[in-house]
């Protein structure tokens, strides 16, 4: 049974910075691509970052290019993700996914396998 667990999120300023944790337990850990995406209320999930099985390949969108930053220790079976600059649009429910394909650094909901509960990020103006 492979479960994500997030945490980290919280109520932060404009300009601040958190750090959110996704802990993996279940099958082998570092077989698996990970991919944070984010859920704001009235629209859709959106991706964020994902990280490749060896951390080798990392990508982003475009929105938090520069100010976010994805990372795995893969002997502690999590990743993280980063948040600087952060400004009120970032606002939302952050998922965390695994995708057990593990290819590349997959940027669309449908190719995770398994998703965390959500961790809220909430960030005043």
């Known amino acids: 049974q492979v479960q994500l667990v997030e945490s980290g999120g919280g109520l932060v300023q404009a300009g601040g910075s958190l750090r959110l944790s996704c802990l993996y337990t279940?099958?082998?850990?570092?077989?698996?691509?990970m991919g944070w995406f984010r859920q704001a209320p009235g629209k859709e999930r959106e991706f964020v970052a994902a990280?490749?099985?060896?951390?080798?390949?990392?990508g982003y969108a475009d929105s938090v290019k520069g100010r976010f930053t994805i990372s795995r220790d893969n002997a502690k079976n999590t990743v993280y993700l980063r948040m600087s600059s952060l400004k009120p649009e970032d606002t939302a429910v952050y998922y965390c996914?695994?995708?057990?394909?593990?290819?590349?650094?997959?940027?669309?909901?449908?190719?995770?396998?398994?998703w965390g509960q959500g961790t809220q990020v909430t960030v005043s103006s």
């Open positions: 279940g099958r082998v850990f570092g077989n698996y691509a």
């Open positions: 990280i490749s099985w060896n951390g080798k390949d990392i």
């Open positions: 996914g695994a995708d057990t394909y593990g290819v590349g650094v997959p940027s669309k909901s449908y190719e995770y396998e398994y």
